[in-house]
């Protein structure tokens, strides 16, 4: 095989400090008023929104696309706080092809990795520094952060898995995570029709 330019191996230097590696191709921001749909508190999420639109995550992209892969590494760093009680969480997605799993790292902070089915079997995973969770094909994962620093985790995936929102927007999780007196609780999401 003649090997393209992109068939080389290349690597990116993660620090650990900042929670962040470099070089990346891309980085998005979700701020609250990309997140208040999945907040049960809505008024406490509009809120804050009027109140400077605080940034609740970041991911740091890079797609290892070869001519024959296409694997990609995310890192996603989550702030730590509450809205309405709530504790910052990602959007939470399943994937569009039903044969893709997912790792995720937990390289800092701590918090739960959220997973449902679309026939509601509910699961989650404790996280603190150093956790590893495999998540299965056609389950939907969420991170949520319960910790007073930020939650670096990362993720490493295929291109081909495509991501699906709308069921998590719909429906959101079985539970919710809040904080009571400054500790974590699972709470049954109400909000669920
Ligand atoms: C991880 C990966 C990405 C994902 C990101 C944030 O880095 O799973 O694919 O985009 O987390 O999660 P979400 O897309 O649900 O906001
Ligand atoms: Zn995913």
Partial sequence: MTLQKEDYPICVQFDFEKGEFAPFQSKAERRVSDLAMMFADSEAAAALVKNGDPLVYEIFYYGFT????????????????????????????????????????????????????????????????????????????????????????????????????????????AQRVIDEAGKPVFKDNLQRR
């Fill in 66 to 173: 070869t001519s024959v892969s296409d694997m990609a590494l995310g890192v996603t760093r989550i702030q730590p706080g509450t809205i309405g009680g709530e504790y910052h969480m990602t959007k939470g997605h399943f994937h569009e092809a039903h044969d893709q799993p997912e790792i995720y790292f937990c390289v800092k902070g701590e918090g739960y990795l959220l997973m449902e089915t679309l026939e509601g079997e509910f699961r989650a995973h404790q996280w603190n520094k150093g956790t590893i969770s495999h998540i299965p094909p056609m389950w939907a994962h969420r991170v949520v952060n319960t910790g007073s620093e930020p939650l670096v985790f990362v993720a490493s995936y295929h291109l081909a898995a495509g991501h699906i929102y709308e069921p998590v927007v719909e429906k959101g999780f």
